[in-house]
């Protein structure tokens, strides 16, 4: 166990020097884009004057490195800032459309995870049938398809046609809760029908990998039924890999979903970090890149973690 | 004809009112019964309640409600409904006072004074005064401002309260045009805190307080009770709401979900105005597209290659290709059919490679090869236009080669930077704002750096000239210099077009701006 905990001590310190990486090339990647936020602001309305009375208010007119660290200062003091845009705390910005971003992770995922690992321990179960193969099929379709072609497909079957749910997720923090999922029933489902497959085939595959080995030979040779073996014998060995696969489907969830956002109109943080680079709201592509990177660093740290509860065998690599 | 039918046709007249339609209905000797029926279908009268759901293709996370920052649709909606101004374009055009009674102005049109109307409340319960006047002007003025109204208020030498009730204002020149000005959606009138005003909070004396504000998602409001203007503002409820893309604006309105947007998708505007229970609505104002040249770089320092390219370009094929034909064709001069000095008279310009010809032939440019810059940050479809534009010109001898800018920092790096590209103009309500925005010497945004004496002489005599007719005939002179000689080439002047429940009843509506000029949270209701 102290190993472990000294395992998660260490990853969580480079987490931190990669988000300070990460940061950086943040800031630099957005400093590298044509014009800054005054002239995408004022756009037309750009003339010599009023962007130099507004750098000036922005302090944008300060060299580089002394507004990074200056910012630097504020994310150590628990500080994230405001957005230069509009001067609305960043907390502030982030904490509804966080909340809907997460919302709407959690409610794909809650379909998404079942599913995927119930229709891959059935394709294992019943391989290379039809029922298989029509999975297989049907999964690997709906991941091929770009995402807003899914969505847009759902939305008129669903929405234009049979009129069932609404085509855009107007949702507000006065809503109740099954009020919310019903609004984003569409962009959850468009979510789901994009990840199930990569899941579910790597259920699939695991457990077949397994299917060869001796001990479940042995559990054949007992005559145990065939639900039983993949379920007790193949599954707990073969969670490790699709741990790691539903973990990377998570981070998925949370941090690649701006174009479904788009399609729907879902107020979630990838439409934030859109507009954000659009007008070069430096403190805001930092908040939320680092929201990202922070995701994906915690989330993979948790895969790891399960993956070795699930077999000690990973404490001790050769 | 029976005076039935000719009844229908006089009422679906464009810009009849009420009244001038029930007096020439009873002078064809209609029974008032039937003109009064008839009136109340075509000119449906308001009905108060429901809930308005507007999705704008515009609004940012990064929005402010700060007028002084306002750009783009959403927010001037958003302002328009929650704010008032001293003076307002009604929905014919015509210029009325807002929140002014009236004006007084000396003979020299420098000297002007508004008179505020009486007893106006803020939402928060605060009297409207001069001071709010006189703090929200100052709001874009100074050294420190970053208001896109700057340049437009930098006229004014002195600006002070005289009493509770009035405002003085002193300008540098006259101008006859200065209360057009101040209906401008910058120049929206908040309390005054201090010497400063308060645009934070959103509080207006309009027609609708703001409830809540998600900047870049979406706005809602509640009607204001003791809202000036009777017979406007009939929703009990708004909800602003952002819908960037095309196709998510269109089907939620397909599906009920709001009841009007804007920027319909001219590619399918034709089928959407067949499906039941939806309307397109279209208003040409002053929108236009150009192509700009430097008329300081050449080689477009000469006349006779910016006439050859005027002549190289077919605007019927781009009006018809690029806008489905929801426009008018430009004639190379920015006032647009629904100004007041519109010049009529000046021949239309039309596609002729023999004239581009011999034009080029005479300022010795014969195999004439040029870049010209676009990217659709210009205008939607500004790309397509520009490879058109080439293969017109071919036939001129011209050869065009389309530059593809990228959208991103478009106003920044290519505009009034390479010496020819593409631009959009939303236009402005007057001939005199127009000219001394975009086309006088000294204008910040001169994007075609010409300068033309006799031109820029009449602006200053136009602006000042309190005589219609000779006023008239300037700007006409005006319109016709910048079409023979300024650096501007404008294909065409772009409809705002926009797609409502046909449960929505309106007015006329105003061809300023566009979604009724920016009020159609206030002119609108559910029939």
């Known amino acids: 166990m102290t190993q472990i905990l000294t395992m998660v001590a260490q990853r969580l310190a480079l987490g931190l020097l990669t988000l300070f990486v990460v940061s950086l090339i943040i800031f630099l990647g957005v400093e590298l884009l044509p014009g800054d936020l005054t002239q995408a602001i004022l756009g037309q309305a750009a003339t010599e004057e009023t962007v130099a009375a507004f750098r000036r208010e922005l302090k944008l007119d300060l060299p580089p490195h002394e507004r990074y660290v200056a910012w630097l200062g504020g994310i150590l003091q628990g500080d994230l800032g405001h957005s230069l845009a509009n001067k609305r705390a960043i907390t502030e910005l982030m904490g509804v459309r966080l909340w809907n971003t997460l919302f709407l992770a959690f409610i794909s995922a809650a379909v998404a995870v079942p599913l995927a690992l119930g229709l891959g321990i059935l394709a ?9 193969r029509a999975v297989n099929i049907v999964t690997l379709s709906s991941i091929s398809f770009p995402e807003f072609f899914v969505a847009y497909i759902l939305i008129l079957v669903l929405a234009v046609q049979l009129g069932w749910f609404p085509s855009i997720s107007n949702i507000g923090e006065e ?11 569409l962009p959850a489902l468009t979510l789901t029908l994009v990840v199930v497959a990569h899941m579910m085939r790597m259920t699939r595959a695991a457990i077949i990998n397994l299917m060869a080995s001796p001990y479940i030979e042995m559990a054949n040779l007992k005559g145990l039924p065939r639900v039983r073996i993949i379920v007790r014998h193949a599954l707990p060995n073969a969670l490790a890999p ?32 859109i507009d954000a680079v659009r007008t070069r709201d430096i403190p805001v592509v930092q908040a939320t890149g680092l929201f990202f990177a922070a995701a994906y660093i915690l989330l993979n740290l948790t895969a790891d973690v399960l993956s070795i509860l699930t077999n000690p065998r990973l404490l001790h690599p050769r | 004809m029976t005076i039935e039918q000719e009844l229908k046709t006089l009422a679906s007249r464009r810009g009849i009112t009420r009244r001038g339609f029930m007096e020439r209905a009873l002078a064809l000797g209609a029974t008032t019964a039937l003109a009064t029926t008839l009136a109340d279908r075509a000119f449906a009268m308001p009905k108060r309640g429901g809930r308005f759901r507007l999705g704008l293709g515009h609004g940012s996370t990064t929005d402010s409600l700060d007028p002084a920052t306002f750009e783009q649709l959403y927010m001037q909606v958003v302002g328009s409904a929650a704010r008032n101004n001293l003076m307002e374009v009604g929905q014919n055009g015509d210029l009325i006072p807002e929140l002014a009674e009236g004006f007084d102005v000396s003979d020299d049109a420098k000297s002007w004074k508004f008179d505020l109307r009486r007893g106006v409340e803020f939402h928060n319960g605060k009297t409207l005064d001069s001071n709010d006047v006189v703090a929200s002007i100052n709001h874009h003025r100074g050294a420190d401002s970053k208001s896109a109204a700057k340049s437009l208020l930098d006229a004014i030498v002195d600006l002070k309260a005289d009493g509770k009730n009035a405002v003085t204002i002193a300008l540098k020149e006259g101008n006859a045009d200065f209360p057009f000005i ?11 805190n201090g010497d400063a005003v308060d645009w934070e909070s959103g509080v207006g004396t309009g027609a609708y307080v703001l409830e809540r504000y998600e900047p870049g998602v979406r706005t809602t409001f509640k009607r204001n009770p003791n809202y000036f203007k009777t017979g406007y503002g009939h929703f009990d409820e708004v909800e602003v709401i952002t819908i960037a893309d095309v196709a998510a604006r269109t089907n939620a309105l397909t599906t009920g979900e709001i009841d009007a947007m804007d920027r319909v998708d001219l590619k399918t505007a034709h089928l959407l105005k067949r499906r039941e229970g939806i309307k397109i609505a279209e208003t040409s104002g002053t929108q236009h597209y150009t192509f700009t040249m430097r008329t300081d770089t050449p080689p477009f320092d000469d006349n006779d290659v910016r006439l050859a390219l005027k002549y190289a370009i077919d605007r019927e094929a781009i009006l018809k290709t690029i806008l489905r034909g929801h426009g008018a064709l430009g004639n190379d001069h920015p006032i647009g059919l629904s100004n007041r000095y519109h010049a009529s008279g000046l021949p239309q310009r039309a596609y002729d490679p023999d004239k581009a010809r011999h034009h080029l032939k005479k300022a010795g440019a014969e195999g004439l090869t040029i870049d010209l810059s676009a990217a659709d940050a210009a205008f939607a479809g500004a790309v397509d236009a520009a490879v058109l534009y080439k293969e017109h010109a071919a036939k001129a001898g011209i050869d065009i080669n389309v530059v593809r800018e990228p959208d991103d920092g478009y106003w920044a790096n290519v505009w009034m930077k390479k010496p020819y590209c ?16 975009a086309y006088s010497a000294d204008a910040s945004w001169n994007d075609t750096f010409w300068k033309h004496d006799r031109f820029n002489e009449l602006l200053l005599a136009a602006r000042a000239e309190l005589d219609e007719k000779k006023r008239r005939g300037m700007y006409e002179e005006m319109q016709a210099i910048v079409r023979d000689d300024g650096g501007v080439l404008i294909p065409m002047f772009a409809n705002y077009v926009m797609g409502l429940s046909d449960k929505i009843g309106h007015g006329q509506m105003a061809a300023n701006w566009s979604m009724d000029g920016f009020k159609c949270t206030e002119r609108w209701w559910f029939a």
């Open chain 1, 124 to 132: 294992a179960l019943y391989r290379g049938t039809p029922y298989d």
């Open chain 1, 175 to 185: 809503l109740g809760f099954w009020e919310r999922v019903y609004r984003s029933i």
């Open chain 1, 242 to 273: 699709i741990i790691n696969v539903v973990v990377i489907n998570l981070a998925y969830l949370v941090v690649g979903v701006v174009i479904v956002e788009v399609v729907f109109v879902y107020p979630g943080l990838g439409q934030l970090l």
């Open chain 2, 182 to 192: 101040l209906s401008d959606y910058h120049v929206a009138i908040m309390p005054a």
């Open chain 2, 422 to 437: 593409a631009v959009y103009w939303g236009g402005r309500p007057t001939e005199d704002w127009m000219f001394s925005t």
